[in-house]
């Protein structure tokens, strides 16, 4: 289970999170949206200590953190937080010099210190679960996007973490590619993986949300099931934000 409370972010005079809780419960999917600008992918970030807070609490399974002034937290705990997560960025982020396989076994090795071995046989399997095993020894340049996407979610399984972090995965692709990626992340869910996900594709959302949080301007404006924040906003804001996205005029 994930734990937020009270979380601060600030950039100089400008504050990203305004004091915002969260609660992902084992084998859930959390989906993060909101207008450009309105801190959901700060908040992602967050998660895994990417960005630092200023003030807040975070507790991931064993690993709990309290953000103050001045607090400095040691390297070793964030390095323990972040080897329970991996995440998903929207460009990729694959080592050109390296095979799909290869990438997929780069944190297996040199973080989890398995040997090459065990490491290739794990890559294998998730190179198969994401439909890429004929592409095990392809480098990125030889993938389209997609693929490169569906490779980088098998890198973020590899080290078996609590929770996998997406930050609007598909935003990257061509629209064709986008499909393969998303059944994917939908297989995982099936499957029970711990998953917050930071996205724009609403469709998918509604599919696998457990609960969704509409975010602006640094703050939870609406949150709760699917059909609840999707089809039912409450506030003026939210039905703002959703309707554009629907390419509804205002009325």
Do not use: W
Not at 77 to 87: E, F, P, Q, V, Y
Not at 147 to 156: E, P
Request: proline fraction near 4%; glycine fraction near 8%.
């Amino acid at each position: 289970m994930i734990e937020i409370r009270g979380l601060h972010k600030s950039y100089g005079s400008l504050e990203v999170l305004k004091g915002v809780d969260v609660t992902l419960p084992k084998g859930k999917v959390l989906v993060i949206i909101g207008p450009s600008g309105s801190g959901k992918t700060t908040l992602l970030r967050c998660f895994n200590l990417l960005e630092v807070p200023d003030r807040g609490s975070i507790k991931l399974g064993d690993n709990s953190f309290e953000f103050h002034a001045g607090a400095k937290i040691p390297q070793k705990d964030i390095l323990a937080l972040r080897k329970s997560t991996g995440m998903v960025f929207q460009s990729f982020n694959l080592f050109p010099h390296m095979t799909a396989i290869e990438n997929i076994m780069e944190a297996q090795v040199t973080v989890q210190k398995k040997n090459k071995g065990e490491a290739r046989k794990r890559a294998e399997v998730l190179l198969e679960k994401v439909g890429l095993a004929d592409k095990a020894d392809s480098y990125p340049h030889k993938l389209s996007g997609g693929q490169q996407q569906r490779v980088a979610i098998a890198r973020a399984m590899a080290i078996d973490p609590e929770v996998l972090l997406f930050d609007e995965p598909t935003s990257a692709l061509d629209p064709e590619l986008v499909g393969d990626v998303l059944k994917v992340m939908k297989q995982l869910a099936a499957e029970g993986m711990t998953m917050a996900i930071v996205t724009h594709e609403m469709k998918f959302a509604a599919d696998v949300a457990d609960h969704i949080i509409l975010m602006d301007d640094g703050l939870i404006i609406e949150q709760g099931s699917p059909q609840e924040v999707l089809n039912n906003p409450k506030s003026s804001r939210a039905i703002q934000f959703l309707n554009h996205l629907n390419g509804k005029s205002e009325e």
